[in-house]
Nanobody, 123 residues
Framework: QVELVESGGGLVQAGGSLRVSCAAS????????MGWFRQAPGKEREFVAA????????SYLNSVKGRFTISRDNAKNTVYLQMNSLKPEDTAVYYC??????WGTGPDDFGSWGQGTQVTVSS
């Protein structure tokens, strides 16, 4: 059974920074891609960032490139999303997800999801 627990969300002013973390209780963590998705009220869940099992391949949503950084620590079974220069449009529930394989970016490429952490950016 895979358990993903997000932490680190909160309220921040526009231009500020937050780091969200996701601790995974999963065997062979480094075998799987990890991703972050977000869902704003009234909108579809969207891909934000993904990192391959080894960390060698990374992909971002265009609107967060240069502001967000995804990373992972395979020794701690943890993936991070550092968010800088936050904008009100980044407000959403952020979900951590474990890939079905070592790489993927689409929602169907991810088989396990966390419960989400709220990130609110005030203007």
């Amino acid at each position: 059974q895979v358990e993903l627990v997000e932490s680190g969300g909160g309220l921040v002013q526009a231009g500020g920074s937050l780091r969200v973390s996701c601790a995974a209780s999963v065997r062979f963590f480094s075998n799987y891609a990890m991703g972050w998705f977000r869902q704003a009220p009234g909108k579809e869940r969207e891909f934000v960032a993904a990192i391959s099992g080894t960390g060698g391949t990374i992909s971002y949503l265009n609107s967060v490139k240069g502001r967000f950084t995804i990373s992972r620590d395979n020794a701690k079974n943890t993936v991070y999303l550092q968010m800088n220069s936050l904008k009100p449009e980044d407000t959403a529930v952020y979900y951590c997800a474990r890939g079905r394989t070592a790489w993927g970016t689409g929602p169907d490429d991810f088989g396990s999801w966390g419960q989400g952490t709220q990130v609110t950016v005030s203007s």
